[in-house]
C-alpha cells in the first residue's frame, strides 16, 4: 500500500474551489482512495467566520455542537468538549489555524459533497472503483497531542468484520470488527502535517477496501446508548443542548 502526497497551492479562506484544487491531482488509478482535509471541504462551502470583537468563540462552537460540557477544567485548556456528527471532538472541530484571521467550521452535508467530488473524479480521470476520504485531526483520552479521523467518507466498505471468523487456535471471533476507514485516516492525517506542509490530499493506492457507490456511512457509526463507552458519553446528558443521546 502506498501513501502519496499532493502539495497544493495555499487554499484561501473565506471561500476557495475545491475543484480548482484537485487539478493538483495528476493522475489517479482504479481503486484508489482519496484523503481531503476537511478544511479545505469547509473553505470550499464558505463555512469561515472572519475572527473578531463581534465574535463570541464559546458561542460559536455551543451553535455548532450537537452537544457540550463546559467545565472548569476544559476552560483552562481553552477548549469545549463536544460532541459533533458522532464524533467526540474538542470545540466542534472549529479551527483558526491555516485560517488566515477566519474560524473554521466543519462542512456541512458532508457525505453529499463526497459524492459529488466522487463522480467528478471518476469521470476525470476514467475510473470505477474510487474511495475518498474526509479528515480531522482529535484528541484520545489520556494520550498526549493528535492524529487523525475520518468525519465523512463515500465509495468503500469502512469495516472489517472477525465475527464467526477463527483466531490461530480456531477460536472464534465474537465481536472484533476493524475500522478501516478511521485507521487509514490517522496515517494521512499525519503524512499531511498541522502547519505550513500544503498537503492537504493524500492519495491511497493499493488499500485492501471493498468498494461500491452505496452509502455505507452508517455502518460505521454507533448510537451513544449503544455504545461501550456510554458511561463515560452520558454525562453529555445534563448539560447539552440536544437529544442526540
Known amino acids: 500500500m502506498r501513501f502519496i502526497k499532493v502539495k497544493t497551492r495555499v487554499f484561501v479562506p473565506p471561500r ?5 484544487l484537485l487539478e493538483h491531482i495528476r493522475t489517479l488509478k482504479d481503486g484508489d482512495i482519496v484523503v481531503i482535509t476537511s478544511k479545505v471541504l469547509s473553505v470550499h462551502q464558505g463555512r469561515c467566520i472572519k475572527i473578531g470583537p463581534s465574535v463570541d468563540k464559546r458561542s460559536l462552537i455551543k451553535r455548532e455542537a450537537e452537544k457540550y460540557i463546559e467545565t472548569d477544567h ?5 477548549f469545549i468538549l463536544t460532541i459533533k456528527n458522532y464524533t ?3 470545540s466542534a472541530g472549529i479551527d483558526e489555524s491555516n485560517g488566515n484571521g477566519y474560524y473554521i467550521l466543519w462542512p456541512k452535508k458532508l457525505n453529499g459533497l463526497l459524492r459529488k467530488i466522487h463522480e467528478y473524479l471518476r469521470r476525470k480521470h476514467k475510473i470505477r472503483k474510487l474511495g475518498l476520504i474526509a479528515t480531522d485531526s482529535h484528541t484520545v483520552p489520556m494520550r ?3 492524529l487523525g479521523i475520518s468525519i465523512g467518507f463515500y465509495g468503500f466498505e469502512p469495516i472489517y468484520d472477525y465475527t464467526n471468523k477463527r483466531d490461530i487456535f ?3 471471533f465474537k465481536y472484533t470488527k476493524v475500522n478501516i476507514v478511521d485507521a487509514l485516516s490517522a496515517i494521512c492525517v499525519l503524512l499531511m502535517g498541522e502547519g505550513n506542509e500544503r498537503t492537504p490530499i493524500i492519495v491511497i493506492r493499493g488499500a485492501n477496501v471493498t468498494f461500491t457507490q452505496k452509502n455505507t456511512y452508517r455502518k460505521l457509526i454507533y448510537s451513544p446508548r449503544q455504545d461501550l463507552y ?3 458519553l452520558k454525562v453529555f446528558d445534563k448539560k447539552a443542548k440536544s437529544a442526540m443521546i
Open 230 to 232: 456510554y458511561p463515560l
Open 88 to 90: 467526540l471532538i474538542p
Open 74 to 78: 476544559i476552560q483552562k485548556h481553552h
Open 16 to 20: 476557495d474551489n475545491i475543484y480548482n
Open 170 to 172: 480456531g477460536r472464534k
Open 144 to 146: 498526549s497531542g493528535v
